[in-house]
């Protein structure tokens, strides 16, 4: 077990000094900062002072490792846009991004792990087959064009939702769906597969022959096994909704972190940048080895190892 | 004492899709107290006769049976919920899977537990209690700590006995075992088949035993019926069976054992060259022609069922004088 963790672990550092070389590399590579933070009535002179404030006229190695020293202390640098720590600025925003993601992963477990399960239990019968048709649908359905559609449905015409912000807890419904529906198909796909496989097991048959309720043997019995795979899943897919945060905030104008990122990025304030894709794929790398744990937990032959 | 019959099965058919017929009119009695042995090789049917009596088919077996009852309940008209409040409390099976038949996730204690929990009015701890002492039967030592035990911390050995005692938790009138002796030593195996003697004197269990042990058939069976390609070709009081084997079949099995009666422990059905084949709906002949050293003509029509003895039958053209000192 604690072998098993170790390796994960290390796993996982190597993991986040490759996500922090990208990251660094590629704002650098999007141009001459100093260039389009000083703005376009600037003189030469102006760009080289602010070249030289931010640091920016050091060799690309001794940048690098000043900003990993600072963001390991937690100092992820000044926003040009806002004049402010950028940590500041994801602290802010992150309840709102948290809980819109958890919001959409629950509604797509939700789901996702019911119709899985129906899906696997009818196998190869109409009712499997619809839904995995629903699963196909779903995967080829735009989010941003989903959520516009709910947003004239639900918000528009029915006004059961509001359209957009997060003054009432409503305010999350809409979004979180939209998140959940990317998610939805490859969990259901998933729980189904994972279900498939337990239903025909040895151990299944030794249930039944036992006797045991139906209600029993799927869902203590089989669903205990098709489970692991899932919650490895379940994590990876809440990374991808932080991440995928950053269209659905801007489509329902939430203020969180993808907002900031979609901001960012559009105005070239390259610290923020840098810091949001660190700070996304850090509690995604957290996420991935939280489910491992989680794995661990749930698996008595890994428990032991 | 007549003997009062437990499980009676007639004319059971099992399809396996359009080509494949794995149980061909399969009929045998399981009474009260009493011991019937199947036995032959593998591929002829046994474990799907078990499964299917059982009502355990996989997804895709089709069953069909003029006859199945159970201590006097037909079998064929329950529903899967009326056959689940049966199964695992007045019949049980064991399975030939020792390594695969428990759930990974799972301690042993739960398992066992859950049996019982499910049947009978009883606390976690007296379920706990009674695997325990379950366990302890069937020879393990430190029931306590197995029972905290996962199956992977289990050799095969063991969980073939935690698959045994698990069956007797709720203790059962009929017992289907398939082969749940083969990976245990001789001294455990000698000590199970103690265990479940003393279950049959004291409950009257029933035991269908699926074996390819003639040793162990030859100790316990009260009658054996021999099965190949999906027909009992041969049924009998296991002593008639050993004195007076009529089926060409039985007695290629039986070919390797020098004198009848006396069979070594651990014995092994005798080898017939050729595999057992795979027949589908509407077959007609005897389905061991092709291997048969007695085979002709007739051999490819309807084949009667004969008697060779009181309660003594056998499948197979030939008279039941035919001469002894020819082997298959
Ligand atoms: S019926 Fe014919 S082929 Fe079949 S066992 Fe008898 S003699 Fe052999």
Redesign the pocket.
């Known amino acids: 077990m604690l072998k098993f963790l170790l390796r994960r672990l290390v796993l996982a550092l190597l993991v986040l000094i490759t996500v922090l070389t990208v990251s660094f590399t590629l704002t650098r590579l999007s141009g001459d900062v100093a260039v389009s933070m000083a703005g376009p009535t600037a003189s030469q002179e102006d760009v080289e002072t602010i070249r030289r404030a931010y640091g920016l006229d050091r060799p690309l190695p001794v940048q690098f490792l000043a900003w990993v020293g600072d963001a390991a202390s937690g100092d992820l640098g000044r926003s040009y846009l806002y004049h402010a720590p950028v940590a500041g600025l994801i602290r802010d925003r992150l309840p709102i991004t948290l809980t819109l993601g958890l919001t959409g992963l629950g509604i797509a477990l939700i789901v996702a792990i019911p119709l899985g399960i129906l899906a696997a239990m009818y196998e190869a019968t109409i009712l499997d087959r619809a839904i995995m048709m629903i699963a196909v649908i779903g995967q080829a359905m735009p989010s941003f064009w989903l959520g516009l559609s709910l947003v004239i449905l639900l918000g528009l015409r029915l006004q059961w939702l509001p359209l957009s912000g997060v003054e009432t807890w409503q305010g999350y419904i809409l979004p979180g769906v939209v998140l959940a529906f990317s998610a939805i198909p490859a969990l259901m796909r998933l729980t189904r597969s994972g279900m498939v496989d337990a239903l025909s097991s040895d151990y299944i048959r030794t249930a039944r022959a036992k006797g045991l309720t139906r209600a029993r043997i799927v869902l203590h019995h089989a669903l205990r096994n098709a489970a692991m795979p899932v919650v490895a899943v379940a994590a990876v897919q809440l990374g991808f909704m932080l991440g995928g945060s950053i269209v659905i905030e801007a489509v329902f104008s939430l203020n969180g972190v993808g907002y900031l990122a979609w901001e960012s990025i559009s105005k070239n304030d390259f610290p923020v940048v840098q810091s949001v894709v660190l700070f996304l794929a850090t509690i995604y790398i957290a996420l991935t080895l939280m489910a491992d744990m989680l794995n661990a937990l749930l698996d008595p032959r890994l428990r032991s190892a | 004492m007549t003997p009062e019959p437990l499980l009676e099965v007639a004319d059971l058919r099992v399809r396996f899709g359009a080509r494949v017929e794995a149980v061909r009119g399969v009929s045998l009695t399981v009474n009260k107290g009493e011991t019937h042995c199947l036995v032959g090789e593998s591929g002829c049917g046994k474990s799907v006769t078990a499964l299917a009596t059982m009502g355990l088919l996989a997804r895709g077996a089709v069953r069909s049976s003029g006859r199945l009852r159970f201590a006097g309940q037909d079998l064929t008209n329950l529903s899967e919920r009326e056959l689940s409040k049966l199964r695992g409390d007045r019949m049980a099976m064991i399975f030939q899977e020792p390594m695969t038949s428990l759930n990974p996730a799972f301690t042993i204690g739960s398992q066992m537990a859950e049996v019982m929990q499910r049947h009978r009015k009883v606390t976690r701890a007296e379920a706990m209690e009674r695997a325990g002492f379950l366990l302890f039967k069937v020879g393990i030592t430190n029931p306590a700590l197995r029972l905290g035990q996962f199956p992977h911390q289990l050799s095969g050995g063991l969980r073939q006995r935690v698959m045994i005692a698990m069956a007797l938790m709720c203790e059962p009138e009929l017992l289907i075992a398939d082969e749940p002796t083969t990976a245990l030593d001789v001294t455990v195996q000698a000590q199970i088949l103690r265990l479940l003697a003393g279950f049959q004197r004291e409950l009257g269990l029933g035991i269908l035993l699926i074996t390819h042990d003639l040793g162990v058939v030859a100790r316990v069976a009260h009658r054996v019926s021999v099965m190949y390609a999906g027909e009992v ?1 041969e049924s009998a009081p296991a002593s008639q069976l050993f004195a007076n084997p009529t ?3 039985t007695r290629g099995l039986l070919a390797s054992v020098p004198v009848p009666g006396k069979i070594a422990r651990g014995s092994r059905l005798g080898s017939i060259p050729g595999t057992v084949p795979r027949i589908g709906p509407g077959f007609a ?5 092709d291997r ?5 003509e ?2 490819a029509g309807p ?1 009667a069922v004969q008697q060779a003895g009181p309660d003594h039958i056998y ?4 008279q039941a004088s035919w001469p002894q000192d020819q082997a ?1």
């Open positions: 070709v089926h060409p079949y002949g005897c389905g061991f022609r048969c050293g007695h085979a002709s007739a051999c084949i499948r197979c053209q030939l298959a």
